[in-house]
């Protein structure tokens, strides 16, 4: 079942508007990305695996229950990908990050992988794809293609806006992976940019627009 969950807590929607202004600076559109997505990620790991440890309080010893943060994976789509990943980390400090690096080739449209490195024993892991934006949806087919071959225990994708053409693609090719978004907007143009959309995520990260 193809599931699509947005995260509109006022704060990350708050956040979110502060970044669609064209005139936010860059330093300010990466700080942003980094707090929403570290508000996002409370929602993307709800239902993350926990196991029962034994702990001393400083007043008596008991179980308690925690996550294996090291069998977790931010899998960053370069170049963007990195500002949601290093905001996640912040509350996940102890999970792995992986990269894939994939452009569109101008002439025929097709996804190409130039980069591509995960930490090892994938099929022990759950997997957290991370891209700002999911527009026309091939480079995250491409990514989940690629991921899916070493038999992660879960899948996710996040991104922080979505047009309803990129998650048609992405469920059509991978109904069992949700996705989790800040915002879904209205449509793609003739370019495949989201609008009303915040532009181009990684030219606003990098400051090379």
Not at 61 to 86: E, Q, Y
Not at 91 to 117: C, N, Q, S, W
Not at 138 to 156: M, T, W
């Amino acid at each position: 079942m193809s599931t699509v969950v947005v995260i509109d807590h006022p704060l990350v929607a708050h956040k979110l508007t502060l970044m669609r202004r064209k005139d936010t600076s860059t330093s300010d559109f990466r700080r942003l990305l980094s707090e929403i997505s570290t508000l996002m990620a409370y929602e993307v790991l709800r239902d993350i695996p926990m196991h029962e440890v034994v702990i001393d309080t400083p007043l008596e010893t008991m179980t308690a229950s925690v996550i294996d943060g090291k069998k977790l994976v931010f899998a960053a789509i370069m170049r963007a990908g990195s500002g949601i990943a290093d905001g996640m980390l912040s509350v996940v400090p102890g999970a792995r990050v992986g990269h894939i690096g994939l452009y569109r080739d101008p002439r025929t449209m097709v996804v190409i992988e130039y980069y591509f490195k995960m930490p090892g024993e994938l099929d022990e892991r759950d997997v957290v794809i991370v891209d700002p934006l999911l527009a026309t949806g091939h480079s995250a087919v491409a990514a989940v293609d690629r991921i899916k071959e070493y038999g992660p225990k879960s899948i996710r994708f996040v991104s922080l806006l979505a047009a309803p053409e990129g998650i048609a693609v992405l469920h059509a090719a991978h109904p069992d992976v949700p996705v989790y978004t800040a915002a879904i907007d209205r449509e793609l143009d003739e370019n495949g940019f989201i609008r009303p959309g915040l532009g181009d995520a990684g030219d606003r990260i990098f400051g090379t627009a």
